[in-house]
């Protein structure tokens, strides 16, 4: 049988020792290394590269939608504006002047007459400038 006195001091060595596990400090786990603790990191990293990735290709699908559409319509202005100017006669006196004068071949003396509505004065002037 054990006596009270030596109940209380296995009890305050018992005690003892809690304090001294307490005095000195939580323990420190083990560090990890460090190429494990990168990964949460890396992966976030790919995750937004691959987020900003969709979000470039729908813009540029949009970009690409848009860029079509304005060449479209250029192109059918383009194709309006050279009906407009094969509508509007010429003579062919005209024609020749501003070629001899300015040295310029048929097709570009033709396009400037047609510019000008047929007006030589306002072709010249146009080629000069």
């Given at each position: 049988m054990r006596r009270?006195?030596?109940?209380?001091?296995?009890?305050?060595?018992?005690v003892e020792l809690?304090?001294?596990t307490e005095t000195s400090g939580p323990e420190r786990p083990p560090e990890k290394p460090r190429k494990h603790d990168s990964g949460a990191a890396d992966l976030e990293r790919v995750t937004?590269?691959?987020e900003e990735k969709e979000i470039q290709s729908s813009n540029l699908e949009?970009?690409?939608s848009v860029?079509?559409?304005?060449?479209?319509?250029?192109?059918?202005?383009?194709?309006?504006?050279?009906?407009?100017?094969?509508?509007?006669?010429?003579?062919?006196?005209d024609l020749e002047l501003i070629m001899t004068e300015m040295e310029i071949s048929r097709a570009a003396a033709e396009r400037s007459l047609r510019e000008h509505m047929?007006?030589?004065?306002?072709a010249l002037i146009a080629l000069t400038n």
């Open positions: 009270r006195g030596e109940t209380d001091m296995a009890t305050e060595g018992d809690e304090l001294e937004d590269y691959a949009t970009a690409m860029i079509g559409d304005r060449r479209s319509r250029e192109q059918k202005a383009k194709q309006e504006r050279e009906k407009e100017l094969a509508k509007v006669t010429i003579k062919k006196e047929g007006n030589v004065v306002e």
